[in-house]
């Protein structure tokens, strides 16, 4: 079996774009590259009535939008830890779907994998979502304009614990 047959690629958007958020779940992501979703545009949100989540707000998705672009960070992860992503995104419980997209890199095309939240419904996120959404952008080096537009991001003012206070910030 070949390295690459061991890993996946996954492109993260929103909270895993922060590498210390990620390896909470996926202590095998490794930061990969820098990518571009075209056609895709980020929201905020939740699945449907499910408003419970340890971010007290929206959490981010992406919808397909003709024309714009999301930013993120390509990463690669073993194999062993699909199940703990997928569980951490939801999947048994229906929050999310995972997709196969291309995202354009610097290198060219790569196939990854992403996750797109089912029955969305708009909603503020919390300024410590914003927080770690920020950082990761940061730590992975996305373009400063999208920088700008993620720091623009309106919050719900929720000031309350979260998850955010398990990660080492």
Known sequence: ?????EHFMYFAFGSNLFGRRLWLNNPSA???IVGRLKDYELKFGYSGDNVSTSWH?????IEH???SEVWGAVWTINNANLSTLDKQEGVARGLHTPLEVSVETEY???LCRTYQMNHFRASLTSPQYKKVVCLGAEESG?????LNKLNSIETNGYSGPSILDEIDI
């Open 142 to 146: 996305l373009p400063a304009e999208y």
């Open 30 to 32: 490794s930061f990969h």
């Open 65 to 67: 939008c003709p024309g």
């Open 57 to 61: 707000g929206g959490s981010a998705t």
């Open 108 to 110: 060219g095309p790569q």
């Open 1 to 5: 079996m070949s390295r690459m047959d």
